[in-house]
Nanobody, 115 residues
Framework: QVQFLESGGGLVQPGGSLRLSCAASGISFSIRNMAWYRQAPGKQRVEVARASPGGTEVYADSVKGRFTISRDDVKKEVHLQMDRLNPEDTAVYYC?????????WGQGTQVTVSA
């Protein structure tokens, strides 16, 4: 059974940092693109960062230079280091394959950026 378990969210002030983690199970992790997505209130879920098995990273323009994705193929984990956070980063963050498995979204982790 495919599962993604996200953690690490919380409340942070503008300009602060958070590190999100995702533990994956039930997939051939090492051969898959993995990605972080986010869904802000009233908006569609969008991809923010992607990491290929070969190490290529792709970022949405809105987070480029502030977020860093990393993966551990042995532990089947993917992380998202988020720096210089701003209120527009407030959302529920999810990890999944890229392209995503629609039937296997996890609970996500809430990130709130507010003073």
């Amino acid at each position: 059974q495919v599962q993604f378990l996200e953690s690490g969210g919380g409340l942070v002030q503008p300009g602060g940092s958070l590190r999100l983690s995702c533990a994956a199970s039930g997939i051939s992790f090492s051969i898959r693109n993995m990605a972080w997505y986010r869904q802000a209130p009233g908006k569609q879920r969008v991809e923010v960062a992607r990491a290929s098995p070969g190490g290529t990273e792709v970022y949405a323009d809105s987070v480029k230079g502030r977020f860093t994705i990393s993966r551990d193929d042995v532990k089947k984990e993917v992380h998202l280091q988020m720096d210089r956070l701003n209120p527009e980063d407030t959302a529920v963050y999810y990890c999944n394959r890229q392209p995503p498995l629609a039937a296997n979204w996890g609970q996500g982790t809430q990130v709130t950026v507010s003073a």
